[in-house]
């Protein structure tokens, strides 16, 4: 341990003629030393959840593609080296982390997620919709193109794509239907895109569940 040092200083006085006596104690500065320590990431609270295949879904794992097959279609994914698919014994699949970084710990839930929902998709489906809210706002399927009339000079026509279907009811009532999400997803958004609900009176298209936050309009001048 480094021991202090004491220093004396003596000044002069001008005017009395004697010495002043200061101490002044100096100490050596402690060097300040750092630690490293090796944080684990925790593992995901969603994927470590296992999926259940039902009886009427196959899968095709080889390597880091995998293929799952239903009575509504086929889908096909890819995993990153972070993590991999494993296949148990009781029918149940599970995602794990090949190494214990950043990333790996955001794969992990992401990817358990996408399995999860190739899994229902082919077996169950998924469906989202749309609602029409304005004056002479209306939609048609016309064969494979879904028909829009949104108040612009000419009617919006869309092509539906083959893995979708899309059923119109009481005119402003749009259901789009499928087995893989994120297609059904980029369709309805799309959709939607062309006249976004607007929030003075609410017009426009927007999904069924969908809350549009109200403001009030301006105030008439007070006389």
């Given at each position: 341990m480094a021991s202090s040092v004491v220093t004396s200083f003596q000044p002069r006085s001008s005017f009395l003629g004697d010495r002043n006596v200061f101490k002044v104690t100096t100490k050596p500065i402690a060097r300040v030393g750092f630690s490293s320590k090796t944080i684990e990431?925790?593992?995901?609270?969603i994927g470590k959840q296992p999926i259940a295949v039902p009886s009427?879904?196959?899968?095709?794992?080889?390597?880091?593609d995998l293929k799952v097959k239903g009575p509504l279609g086929e889908l096909a994914l890819t995993y990153?080296?972070?993590?991999?698919?494993?296949?148990?014994?009781?029918g149940l699949l599970r995602v794990k982390k090949t190494v214990e970084t950043r990333r790996a710990?955001?794969?992990?839930?992401?990817?358990?997620?996408?399995?999860?929902?190739?899994?229902?998709?082919?077996?169950?489906?998924?469906?989202k919709k749309l609602i029409l809210v304005g004056v002479g706002y209306r939609a048609t399927v016309e064969g494979k193109e879904l028909v829009l009339n949104l108040g612009f000079s000419h009617p919006v026509k869309m092509q539906i794509p083959d893995s979708l279907k899309v059923k119109v009811e009481e005119?402003?009532?749009?259901?789009?239907?499928?087995?893989?999400?994120?297609?059904?997803?980029?369709?309805?958004?799309?959709?939607?895109?062309?006249?976004?609900?607007?929030?003075?009176?609410?017009?426009?298209v927007k999904y069924s569940d969908e809350i549009v936050r109200r403001k009030e309009g301006k105030a008439g001048k007070k006389k």
């Open positions: 990431c925790k593992e995901s609270r009427n879904v196959t899968i095709a794992l080889e390597g880091q990153p080296r972070e993590v991999e698919l494993i296949k148990e014994d009781a710990n955001q794969m992990h839930g992401l990817f358990r997620t996408l399995t999860d929902n190739m899994v229902v998709g082919v077996s169950k489906g998924f469906e005119n402003t009532r749009i259901t789009v239907s499928g087995y893989d999400k994120s297609e059904i997803g980029q369709f309805a958004a799309t959709v939607r895109k062309w006249r976004p609900p607007e929030p003075y009176k609410g017009k426009g």
